[in-house]
């Protein structure tokens, strides 16, 4: 398996999650993770990172089982149209 990478996003506080994409190879899996808050209530950026990591810990190893693979493509639409039944 190729290195698992990760992109995080924005923070998103209504939702109080944040947008990751992990990239291995081909393969792109994007999904929310819930952010980590301070004492106070506001977004701890380091550790949310450090839960992203954990996180990714469990998509690579969905990846290496095949859980999360390459999207299959879809069929390219026959120009002749709908076959007749």
Not at 79 to 85: E, N, Q, R, S, T
């Amino acid at each position: 398996m190729t290195e698992l990478t990760t992109t995080i996003g924005a923070y998103d506080a209504e939702k109080r999650t944040v947008p990751v994409t992990f990239t291995s190879g081909a393969i792109r899996h994007t999904r929310e993770v819930n952010a980590v808050l301070d004492e106070g209530g506001a977004y701890d950026k380091a550790a949310t990172r450090a839960r992203v990591e954990q996180v990714a810990l469990g998509v690579a190893h969905k990846i290496a089982l095949g859980v999360i693979a390459e999207p299959v493509p879809e069929p390219a639409p026959d120009p002749a149209g709908p076959a007749a039944v």
